[in-house]
């Protein structure tokens, strides 16, 4: 029959059901296709909301996994998280802008009854606003190595080979160094 043909531009396809049947299968595909439509919308709605990776997906239903998957097969659906996942970093940036500047209004007890009230401010939320937002702020953490170490590949897997019997690495030392050992040379000599 003519109308068994499967037409790929509006995704029919049948299928033999259990009770022997043929029955088309446009309903359930587009009905798949809204909940999955559904399960994204509120995936990204929550992501925007400041909300984290998994915790949005688990609010729309969706293994994260699954949704890291979609996001590396569709560059349509990549675009829409990055907006999504850029206006959820602003809506926290506001909250922590408001509770490091206007403060946030905490409840004072005496003896388990509330007595008065407080305005608390986040000076670590101010400081990490100011990192953000200019370099000099930033945490400075610097690494300085001196010195080589002079071992051919040749060494080093022999030395591999035999871990009982390591090759000793080459050092170049800074001159402070190798004057200690000839100083310690030296003493050794005039002991004698």
């Known amino acids: ?26 309903f359930q595909m587009a009905k798949r296709n809204q909940r999955k439509a559904r399960k994204i919308k509120l995936f990204l709605e929550a992501l925007s909301k400041g909300t984290p ?7 729309a239903g969706i293994a994260h996994r699954t949704v890291y998957e979609w ?14 996942y850029a206006a959820g970093t602003d809506v926290l940036e506001q909250e922590a802008r408001r509770r490091a500047f206007e403060g946030v209004d905490e409840e004072i007890y005496f003896h388990g009854q509330i007595c008065g009230r407080a ?6 939320l101010l400081m990490f606003l ?20 002079s ?19 080459i050092a170049e030392q800074p001159e402070t160094a ?15």
Do not use: C
């Open 1 to 26: 029959m003519a109308s068994d043909v499967v037409n790929p531009l509006t995704k029919i396809y049948h299928y033999k059901a259990p009770n022997g049947e043929w029955k088309s299968g446009t």
């Open 53 to 59: 990776v998994a915790v949005a997906a688990q609010a």
């Open 71 to 84: 996001r590396d097969a569709d560059s349509d659906f990549r675009e829409r998280w990055e907006e999504a």
């Open 119 to 124: 305005k608390r401010y986040s000076d670590p």
């Open 130 to 149: 100011l990192k953000a937002r200019d370099p000099k702020y930033k945490d400075r953490v610097a690494t300085e190595i001196s010195g080589s170490l």
């Open 151 to 169: 071992l051919t590949h040749e060494q080093w897997l022999a030395q591999l080979a035999t871990p009982d019997d390591p090759i000793p690495l």
């Open 178 to 192: 190798a004057i200690e050992v000839q100083d310690g040379a030296q003493d050794e000599g005039q002991e004698s």
